[in-house]
């Protein structure tokens, strides 16, 4: 079953500090995402990319997040100034097509710290 | 305010029982999925429904969709320890983009021996 990578899966910085979570989302797929969750939240949308652009942002992705494909592999996100609101858990999805129908894959997503 | 409330928010039921979990909200989706969640992993799709009324069937699990696309319903057989972790029901919004999908704010369910 492919599935989607993310790296690495625990991450403590300190606040201030540039930290990028990377992606590695299925081959195939042609859209990708990052979503967020705080403890005890719910699951929040952040970003969605596709044809090496930003489609779709939430307002709390502001300028201090920035996402990128830098090969044709990787999806990484960027937080530029970490505070430590940031903490929380940020996954990456992936789907084939962004067609209502169909389903996302997530990654197993990364803890992030800030302290 | 809560675009997709589920409830109830915890479920802790012994092996065999049936259960119902809830997906509600006064905003119609175009679509609506089922995830399960188990802890430090990230969500796994069950189920994406589409047509109003709709049924789909996983093995022991049961999905429906509102006939007016604002609610849904997931109901367990049988529970198994196996079953246990979080259910996330998360939808599409009409006249929204089919980019972002908005979460529930989810059902831990716990089914012991």
């Known amino acids: 079953e492919p599935e989607v990578t993310q790296t690495p899966s625990h991450q403590v910085t300190q606040m201030g500090q540039e930290v990028i979570l990377r992606c590695v989302p299925i081959?195939?797929?042609?859209?990708f995402y990052w979503y967020r969750q705080i403890l005890g939240q719910k699951v929040e949308f952040l970003v969605s990319?596709?044809?090496?652009?930003?489609?779709?942002k939430s307002e709390i992705f502001d300028d201090q997040f920035s996402v990128e494909r830098p090969d044709g592999s990787n999806f990484t996100l960027k937080i530029r100034s970490t505070k430590l609101e940031d903490s929380a858990m940020y996954f990456c999805?992936?789907?084939?097509?962004?067609?209502?129908?169909?389903?996302?894959?997530f990654g197993s997503g990364t803890r992030l710290t800030v302290v | 305010t809560q675009l997709l409330e589920q409830s109830p928010q915890f479920l802790s039921i012994q092996e065999g029982e049936n259960l119902t979990v809830y997906c509600n909200s006064s905003?119609?989706?175009?679509?609506l999925q089922w995830y399960r969640q188990e802890p430090g992993e990230g969500p796994v799709l069950l189920v994406t429904?589409?047509?109003?009324?709709e049924v789909k069937k996983l093995k022991r699990l049961t999905f429906q969709f509102g006939d007016a696309r604002k609610d849904s319903s997931l109901h367990i057989t049988a529970a198994q320890p196996g079953d246990t972790g979080l259910y996330l029901c998360?939808?599409?919004?009409?006249?929204?983009?089919?980019?972002?999908?908005?979460f529930g704010t989810g059902t831990r369910l716990q089914v012991t021996l």
């Open positions: 999805a992936s789907s084939e097509d962004g067609l209502y129908r169909n389903g996302y894959t």
């Open positions: 081959s195939n797929h042609l859209y």
């Open positions: 990319f596709y044809n090496n652009e930003i489609s779709e």
């Open positions: 905003s119609v989706f175009s679509s």
């Open positions: 429904v589409v047509t109003g009324g």
């Open positions: 998360a939808g599409r919004l009409v006249g929204g983009t089919a980019s972002k999908l908005t």
